[in-house]
């Protein structure tokens, strides 16, 4: 084992102690070292960053500006156990992050994806079990993907109907809440999952194997069946396409629920913490973003403004 990879090894498991989400930065760390020893490098320095992006650069500068991040953070930890570790500069690929555009799914397409997913082919069926239920639960509690994917069995309380995050985003805990139906769908995935398994795993979803699927499995099987229902082009050689993202299921969740209060007439400024804490954002203007970024949010929002204004303008 070279020693690169230990010092990878040691420094995912120190993080992944601390709560951090590691799924996708430890996929591009593992890549990056492996990319490293072949090239019989001892240390990292700015030139080996450069020549991996270089050879491996098939992606837009917000995914290498990311790259760019993660890389960093493994440097500064090695350069403090040897100098002869550089740090690339930050500025080394400037930022042009942008939100994406949220896309709002349709019941309908939701359904669509939720039943084609469970036609996906599999050795024992339990990947057509896990991806119908993972994507469905997203659907239903605006989850991150990751928080989603990293549930233990012992997190999910069926009994209480709630789901416990030990591992969200920033290394926050929270707890959700179940709907009945939900809770019943649960259930009786969690039943046919210890059948097919043939025993209770420790993940709450597993893949065919019977281990816990990763960040990469997920989007993988998304994109597949957004492919087969037409909501993303078919591809050659297992490639993802462009189209709507496994993580727009949490945005139509968001979109829904603030459409949904101004319908009914509730309080949007009280019932935005409620819905911040309970997606686990760190801060409630995270969660207004879906005002600006969903025409039919903003419209609703501009007409309860204007009764508003309207209202005091007649007093």
């Given at each position: 084992?070279?020693?690169?990879?230990?010092?990878l090894?040691?420094?995912?498991?120190?993080r992944?102690?601390?709560?951090?989400?590691?799924?996708?930065?430890?996929?591009?760390?593992?890549?990056?070292?492996?990319?490293?020893?072949?090239?019989?490098?001892?240390?990292?320095?700015?030139?080996?960053?450069?020549?991996?992006?270089?050879?491996?650069?098939?992606?837009?500068?917000?995914?290498?500006?990311?790259?760019?991040?993660?890389?960093?953070?493994?440097?500064?930890?090695?350069?403090?156990?040897?100098?002869?570790?550089?740090?690339?500069?930050?500025?080394?690929?400037?930022?042009?992050?942008?939100?994406?555009?949220?896309?709002?799914?349709?019941?309908?397409e939701?359904?669509r994806?939720?039943?084609?997913?469970?036609?996906?082919?599999?050795?024992?069926?339990?990947?057509?079990?896990?991806?119908t239920t993972?994507?469905?639960?997203?659907a239903?509690?605006g989850?991150?993907?990751?928080?989603?994917?990293?549930?233990?069995?012992?997190?999910?309380?069926?009994?209480?109907?709630?789901?416990?995050?030990?591992?969200?985003?920033?290394?926050?805990?929270?707890?959700?809440?179940?709907?009945?139906?939900?809770?019943?769908?649960?259930?009786?995935?969690?039943?046919e999952?210890?059948?097919?398994?043939?025993?209770?795993?420790?993940?709450?979803?597993?893949?065919?194997?019977?281990?816990?699927?990763?960040?990469?499995?997920?989007?993988?099987?998304?994109?597949?069946?957004?492919?087969?229902?037409?909501?993303?082009s078919?591809?050659?050689?297992?490639?993802?396409?462009?189209?709507?993202?496994?993580?727009d299921?949490?945005?139509?969740?968001?979109?829904?629920?603030?459409?949904?209060?101004?319908?009914?007439?509730?309080?949007?400024?009280?019932?935005?913490?409620?819905?911040?804490?309970?997606?686990?954002?760190?801060k409630?203007?995270?969660?207004?973003?879906?005002?600006?970024?969903?025409?039919?949010?903003?419209?609703?929002?501009?007409e309860?403004?204007?009764?508003?204004?309207s209202?005091?303008?007649?007093?």
């Amino acid at each position: 084992m070279s020693i690169l990879t230990k010092e990878l090894d040691r420094y995912l498991s120190i993080r992944h102690s601390l709560g951090y989400d590691l799924s996708t930065s430890a996929r591009v760390l593992r890549r990056f070292v492996v990319f490293a020893e072949a090239r019989k490098a001892r240390h990292i320095t700015t030139g080996l960053f450069l020549a991996w992006q270089a050879e491996f650069g098939n992606a837009n500068q917000n995914t290498w500006y990311a790259r760019l991040g993660m890389i960093r953070q493994f440097a500064s930890w090695l350069h403090g156990l040897n100098p002869h570790n550089e740090v690339p500069p930050k500025a080394l690929i400037p930022s042009r992050y942008r939100r994406a555009k949220p896309y709002i799914y349709s019941d309908e397409e939701i359904a669509r994806i939720v039943s084609e997913a469970a036609r996906l082919p599999s050795t024992n069926g339990i990947r057509a079990l896990t991806f119908t239920t993972l994507f469905g639960l997203i659907a239903v509690t605006g989850l991150r993907v990751s928080e989603a994917i990293a549930l233990d069995t012992d997190d999910a309380d069926l009994d209480r109907g709630v789901l416990t995050i030990r591992r969200g985003k920033s290394g926050k805990a929270r707890l959700i809440p179940l709907s009945q139906s939900a809770t019943n769908r649960l259930t009786a995935y969690v039943r046919e999952r210890d059948r097919l398994v043939g025993r209770t795993p420790e993940s709450f979803f597993v893949s065919d194997a019977g281990n816990r699927p990763d960040d990469c499995s997920a989007r993988y099987n998304f994109a597949a069946v957004c492919q087969r229902i037409g909501l993303r082009s078919r591809q050659k050689f297992n490639r993802h396409g462009r189209g709507p993202r496994i993580h727009d299921l949490r945005h139509t969740f968001a979109a829904r629920t603030m459409v949904d209060w101004y319908r009914s007439g509730k309080d949007p400024e009280r019932e935005m913490i409620k819905l911040s804490t309970y997606l686990g954002h760190e801060k409630p203007e995270h969660t207004y973003w879906y005002i600006e970024a969903v025409p039919e949010l903003l419209e609703l929002a501009c007409e309860r403004a204007a009764r508003a204004v309207s209202g005091e303008c007649s007093r």
